[in-house]
């Protein structure tokens, strides 16, 4: 399952997700552009095999000129399958955690997927997914970790990235080693990756249809730990967000948002986590 074929039936835009944020769902999955006050951009994630050429329409449709650079959350197909075509057409650098270079320079697979976690057409046909590292080659740069975690958060975070002026960079480990979250806090803006989801990421009818707007936790299929995990979603509701763009599900916005990512953290291993897979 190298590359299926995206019908324009199965592209939407999402716009006025938060000042300067718009997105684009292809089929399951969702990427990110985010708009910098001196007119420059930054796409964050590049979904599924053959998606390079939706992506790049969107992005002509939108802005007069290719972005800075390519920023990823982690580095599963669904996440990162047009970056090297897109960055080698834009000649952009693509930034990802350290954590993350083994599957991004051909060097590792992620581990198997677990077909017993949280049921559901997705799950069934995660073994299916393509687990083959990537190359992306001499494009690829490190986020810089700071020496400490933040004293406010508890996240470790990342030194500011000159491509992604005003948002702080996270490290939010659990669903992949090297998985990271953006977060803007003059509005609040979280952009959250796999760290957690708003639709049902097990059912292929919720993550692809339907996309009931609810929290629930990261693709389980695909979670490689779950303390991390658990840990990762409590930090980054002490961030009190008020709009959430995750990579699953429709973005959410509004003052009841830090409350109800109170309550996924407080009930992460009765929502999130695997029965096979919960504390004893």
Known sequence: MDGVA???EQITSIDSIAEGVRGLRIAF?????????????SLIDAALPLSASHIRSWAEAHFATPPNALILTHGHFDHVSAA????????????AHSLEFPYLTGKEEYPKPNVGA????????????????IDIGSRLRALV????????TGLAEFQKLPELPGWQI?????????????????????????????????????????QHAELHGPPSYFTSDWDAARNSVKLLAALEPTVLAPGHGK???????????????????KIAVPANERPK
């Not at 949280?118 to 590292?133: A, D, V």
């Not at 970790?145 to 406010?152: D, I, K, M, P, W």
């Not at 003052?255 to 109800?260: D, F, L």
Request: glycine share 8%; aromatic share 10%; net charge negative.
């Open 6 to 8: 995206v019908s324009e």
């Open 29 to 41: 999955v969702n990427v990110f552009a985010v708009t910098h006050t001196d007119g420059s951009w």
């Open 84 to 95: 090297k075509e897109l960055a080698e057409g834009w000649d952009i650098p693509i930034f």
């Open 118 to 133: 949280g049921g559901g057409m997705m799950t069934l046909l995660s073994p299916l997914y393509p687990r083959r590292p």
């Open 145 to 152: 970790e700071r020496t400490e975690a933040s004293s406010e």
């Open 170 to 210: 996270f490290h939010t480990p659990g669903h992949t080693p090297g998985h990271v979250s953006f977060f803007r806090p003059s509005d609040r803006t979280l952009l959250v990756g796999d760290a957690f989801c708003t639709t049902k990421p097990e059912s292929f009818f919720e993550a692809a249809v339907v």
């Open 251 to 269: 973005p959410l916005s509004g003052s009841n948002i830090p409350s109800a990512l109170r309550q996924l953290s407080t009930d992460f291993d």
